[in-house]
T-cell receptor, first 118, second 109 residues
Framework: GAVVSQHPSRVICKSGTSVKIECRSL??????MFWYRQFPKKSLMLMAT?????????EQGVEKDKFLINHASLTLSTLTVTSAHPEDSSFYIC??????????????FGAGTRLSVL | ELKVEQNPLFLSMQEGKNYTIYCNYS?????LYWYRQDPGKSLESLFV?????AVKQEGRLMASLDTKARLSTLHITAAVHDLSATYFC?????????FGKGTKLTVNP
């Protein structure tokens, strides 16, 4: 079964509103989680690395004030898209790194959130 | 800066045929991943390759890694329609992953 839960799977919102996306590791503790963005028929682009108990590390070109990340516990990271606009419409995917499963250090991905801003 | 190149980007093949997807990367890395993505879905982990010469097989898919050449291959044997999807390779160590652009595979009857 899924080891990383992402919610909601789909959200439609009006321009100017804020949207929060949750990413939970279900059966392991994840000190590090990652947030990706995927445009239609494109690859995944890393937006930021979420670190438990500290500030997220954002990739170049990603607005930290626009995409707020909070990693308050070892099993939960949230991404808030503030004052969303149509250009923020995209597929957002989180992942969590599991260091414990046989030492493989694998990233498991959430199911993704499709955001549509009207 | 790590760069990952994947080819081909589009692959249309007939059922029963064999083909290989290539993944080249620019700098040394200690692991390489292959993922599958179905339309509208997230990523499904297929393989994790950890060392030079590593070969892993699952069903009709086989992945290999040559760290000296900085090359990984995903070989498809006797393709079936269910394998139609987009396949991504990704390279990374203990930190972030860098993804290739993906190969959209279509298997025709």
């Amino acid at each position: 079964g899924a080891v990383v839960s992402q919610h909601p799977s789909r959200v439609i919102c009006k321009s100017g509103t804020s949207v929060k996306i949750e990413c939970r590791s279900l059966d392991f503790q994840a000190t590090t989680m990652f947030w990706y963005r995927q445009f239609p028929k494109k690859s995944l682009m890393l937006m930021a690395t979420s670190n438990e108990g500290s500030k997220a590390t954002y990739e170049q070109g990603v607005e930290k004030d626009k995409f707020l990340i909070n990693h308050a516990s070892l099993t939960l990271s949230t991404l808030t898209v503030t004052s969303a606009h149509p250009e923020d419409s995209s597929f957002y995917i989180c992942s969590a790194r599991d260091y414990g499963r046989g030492g493989k250090n694998i990233q498991y991905f959430g199911a993704g959130t499709r955001l549509s801003v009207l | 800066e790590l760069k990952v190149e994947q080819n081909p980007l589009f692959l249309s093949m007939q059922e029963g045929k064999n083909y290989t997807i290539y993944c080249n990367y620019s700098t040394t890395s200690d692991r390489l991943y292959w993922y599958r993505q179905d339309p509208g879905k997230s990523l499904e982990s297929l393989f994790v390759l950890l060392s030079n010469g590593a070969v892993k097989q699952e069903g009709r898919l086989m992945a290999s890694l040559d760290t000296k050449a900085r090359l990984s291959t995903l070989h498809i044997t006797a393709a079936v329609h269910d394998l139609s999807a987009t396949y991504f390779c990704a390279v990374g160590g203990s930190e972030k992953l860098v993804f290739g652009k993906g190969t959209k595979l279509t298997v025709n009857p």
